[in-house]
């Protein structure tokens, strides 16, 4: 075979293995089309059965809440209470809890039946100049007792706090001002009280007290006469003596007018309702600010004026806390450690009259001041005779 039949033979097979190779080419290119045309076709059906399947999930109704244990009203014990604000209120009525649920009736009456309810509390309102000597009374007064009561001290902003963690008055002083005697600064003090005891929406009585204060029954017993009494408790008379019509200033009308003028106690106790009134108010408070200024005495006639005006019927008119009125001068009498006898105590426990729900009644006085601190010593020996006495109320 010659050389130009080799070439012509070499030329004819490489001419077919590249006709071959582009068949092959081709192949592939069609199936790898083929492929992409299916896969893009399956890919979209599979998004639209998604979309299908997520919109018909959105439109269909949330399954039923099962109520898996029942619901606790208890506030958690270590959060910070604090009033709601207008976005929260807000906020809150768009948001409505799911009440649905497939309980029968007779699981639903067991539970709603078992569900705890927190206890009404009495808000202890300590106004002081810095600590509590009589401490160690109150300490009895309160033990055993802690998911019934609140305390809260406002006392001196420079007064150190030494108070040990094991006390009930540990860690219970609210952030204060300074106060001086027959100055408005009291009354701020009072609200300053009232103000952080209402952020606590358990308390639903509140009692103002001093450090020369002393509980004269038992915290039983005391807790029973507050809880369950249809009014307040707070001194609100017209006194047309000096010391009352004469401390009123012609310049408070038209908004407070003479008969609207009332004297009381600066030692209170009121329902939740008139607590949220005294701190709210905004229309007398700034009058008397500027209008009852010494021999005026704001502690002695804006409480009682306002409850006056605005809620009379609110009020039993009289104070649960005794004070020695007998000696003249500004200030009420001071008891020593011989005074303190069980004569003198239980005479003032049950030497008074007054009416308790519609019902006459000796016990009229839940509370007693000044006592000095070296009564501490004979009050804890008689500590069995007025907090160790069950009396019902």
């Not at 009280?193 to 915290?219: T, W």
């Not at 905004?282 to 021999?295: D, R, V």
Request: net charge positive; glycine share 4%; with cysteine.
């Amino acid at each position: 075979m010659g050389n130009d039949q080799k070439k012509v033979i070499a030329a004819k097979h490489s001419s077919s293995h590249f006709q071959f190779g582009h068949v092959v080419r081709l192949v592939f290119f069609i199936i790898g089309i083929s492929i992409g045309i299916s896969f893009s076709v399956y890919f979209k059906s599979f998004v639209f059965l998604l979309r299908t399947s997520l919109l018909n999930s959105l439109r269909q109704p949330p399954p039923p809440f099962i109520l898996s244990q029942p619901l606790s009203l208890v506030p958690q014990q270590n959060s910070t209470p604090r009033l709601p604000s207008p976005v929260d209120a807000d906020v809150e009525s768009k948001v409505k809890p799911n009440i649905l649920h497939n309980m029968e009736d007779n699981e639903l009456f067991s539970r709603a039946s078992s569900v705890p309810r927190t206890l009404p509390k009495v808000a202890f309102m300590f106004l002081t100049k810095g600590p509590i000597p009589l401490g160690p009374l109150w300490e009895i007064f309160f033990n055993g007792h802690e998911d019934l009561y609140n305390i809260y001290i406002h006392s001196h902003p420079s007064f150190i706090d030494s108070t040990p963690q094991n006390s009930v008055f540990y860690g219970r002083m609210i952030p204060s001002q300074p106060v001086e005697w027959g100055k408005s600064t009291m009354l701020n003090a009072e609200r300053r009280l009232l103000g952080n005891a209402l952020l606590d929406s358990s308390n639903e009585r509140f009692v103002l007290v001093s450090e020369s204060c002393i509980p004269l029954f038992n915290f039983t017993i005391i807790y029973n006469y507050l809880i369950n009494s249809k009014k307040s408790f707070t001194g609100s008379f017209d006194d047309p003596s000096k010391v009352g019509r004469g401390r009123y200033n012609p310049k408070m009308s038209p908004e407070i007018a003479l008969s609207d003028w009332r004297k009381g106690a600066q030692w209170f106790e009121v329902n939740r309702k008139l607590a949220v009134d005294i701190v709210s108010d905004t229309k007398y408070y700034p009058i008397f600010q500027e209008h009852c200024n010494i021999p005026c005495y704001m502690d002695e006639h804006y409480i009682p004026t306002l409850i006056n005006i605005i809620r009379p019927e609110e009020n039993s008119n009289r104070s649960v806390t005794w004070v020695d009125w007998s000696k003249v001068g500004p200030h009420p009498g001071k008891f020593t450690r011989n005074d303190v006898t069980p004569k003198f105590l239980n005479k003032i426990r049950f030497g008074n009259n007054c009416t308790y729900n519609g019902d006459n009644t000796t016990m009229c006085l839940l509370f007693a001041r000044k006592f000095m601190p070296n009564t501490l010593p004979p009050l804890l020996q008689f500590v069995p005779l007025f907090l160790n006495t069950s009396i019902p109320v």
